[in-house]
T-cell receptor, first 110, second 113 residues
């Protein structure tokens, strides 16, 4: 069966510090991968998606970037965090349209 | 691009009663409509979905209906239980290509014991 992992589960970082969030998927090959952000009490905002290794599409201009170094690995990064980057970051994978979400990373920028 | 509207934003029902959440979409090319349940502090969980070639789908106490002409779809939960309390999201998109989904703004469902 397929599983999706995200780490860390929670993170507190100061403004201006770098960020690296990792997502890995097991049990499937060549999935589409997605990064979403969810502000407190809000909906899901798509940040990046990838249909293959090295293929990244950005949905929202910002100080975040994404990379896909391996088929089942998706990384979200920032060189300098802003207060507005705080939120719940969710990774998801899909095949045939069905998207499955990971457990999320709670990021607080102080 | 696609736009999904979801109503109501909050819903309270007595335990055992039914709950209905409604969504509309704008892009007639969308052909895949999933529903997600999100509990506090967790990632959304896919609970049911429907594709555009089907008008209704049921899974135990949960059902989804789709009206392609009117571009709206609904989630129906019958015989509600306290564990149904959560935030529910609808979404619309495609099941091919980049398989991007556009999400509604969510409905906070509270089941009153």
């Amino acid at each position: 069966s397929q599983t999706i992992h995200q780490w860390p589960a929670t993170l507190v970082q100061p403004v201006g510090s770098p960020l690296s969030l990792e997502c890995t998927v097991e049990g499937t090959s060549n999935p589409n991968l997605y990064w979403y952000r969810q502000a407190a009490g809000r909906g899901l905002q798509l940040l990046f998606y990838s249909v293959g290794i090295g293929q990244i599409s950005s949905e929202v201009p910002q100080n975040l970037s994404a990379s896909r170094p391996q088929d089942r690995q998706f990384i979200l990064s920032s060189k300098k965090l802003l207060l507005s980057d705080s939120g719940f970051y969710l990774c998801a994978w899909s095949t045939g349209g069905e998207q499955y979400f990971g457990p999320g990373t709670r990021l607080t920028v102080t | 691009g696609e736009n999904v509207e979801q109503h109501p934003s909050t819903l309270s029902v007595q335990e055992g009663d039914s709950a209905v959440i409604k969504c509309t979409y704008s892009d007639s090319a969308s052909n895949y409509f999933p529903w997600y349940k999100q509990e506090l502090g967790k990632g959304p969980q896919l609970i049911i979905d429907i594709r555009s070639n089907v008008g209704e789908k049921k899974d135990q106490r949960i059902a989804v209906t789709l009206n392609k002409t009117a571009k709206h779809f609904s989630l129906h939960i019958t015989e509600t239980q306290p564990e149904d309390s959560a935030v529910y999201f609808c979404a619309a998109g495609s099941n091919f290509g980049n398989e991007k989904l556009t999400f509604g703004t969510g409905t906070r469902l509270t089941i009153i014991p």
